[in-house]
């Protein structure tokens, strides 16, 4: 299958699932993106080849990027056994950041970290208008964020702008471990 095929097949199968997540008949679907219901029925086939204002009208109907649409579909259920948990080592391996999403959605992340006692973990910078929750599981974190320091503690949640710089410090004698969740959004969710 070449990547025109597989693409369609993705959409195809996109579109139909999406659309009945959201128990849209093909009617209502076309009602509410403003086309023919028997467009839908041809991209739902795996035949249709729709236009860009087509697959926008399309996305918008269904709250959803043109990028989900389009993209392999995604397994309704994902085990990831714990040998195969991605794991990244930061500061010569005190610090371990274990990622818990085996699906890549844009400014959502979801990790575990472990400190070492005096461990310490420079944080990037997340999508701008991004929101991180740490909860600390066990420990206790020094979390900065744009230059002060916050001290969590076991149980603690420490919510803060995702967009700034931070950093992580265990500052305790045992191993600290926490559970950090970034957010997008939407603009003015904050205020």
Do not use: W
Request: glycine letters at 12%; one cysteine or more.
């Amino acid at each position: 299958m070449d990547s025109k095929d597989a693409t369609a097949g993705y959409l195809a199968a996109n579109l139909q699932a999406l659309r009945r997540s959201k128990n849209l008949s093909q009617q209502a679907l076309s009602q509410r993106a403003d086309m023919p219901r028997s467009t839908i029925t041809h991209i739902e086939s795996g035949q249709g080849n729709p236009s860009l204002h087509n697959l926008c009208r399309l996305a918008g109907a269904l709250g959803v990027s043109i990028e989900e649409l389009l993209a392999r579909p995604r397994e309704q259920v994902t085990l990831l056994p714990a040998g195969e948990v991605p794991v990244l080592q930061r500061s010569g391996g005190k610090a371990l950041l274990h990622k818990l999403m085996p699906d890549r959605v844009r400014g959502i992340e979801i990790d575990r970290l472990e400190l070492a006692p005096g461990a310490s973990m420079g944080g990037h910078p997340h999508i701008e208008g991004s929101k991180e929750y740490l909860m600390v599981h066990s420990g206790e974190v020094r979390v900065s964020v744009a230059g002060a320091e916050h001290r969590v503690r076991c149980g603690d949640v420490l919510a803060f702008p995702g967009d700034q710089r931070h950093g992580y410090r265990n500052a305790g004698r045992g191993t600290a471990v926490a559970l950090s969740v970034v957010l997008p959004l939407p603009y003015g969710a904050g205020e």
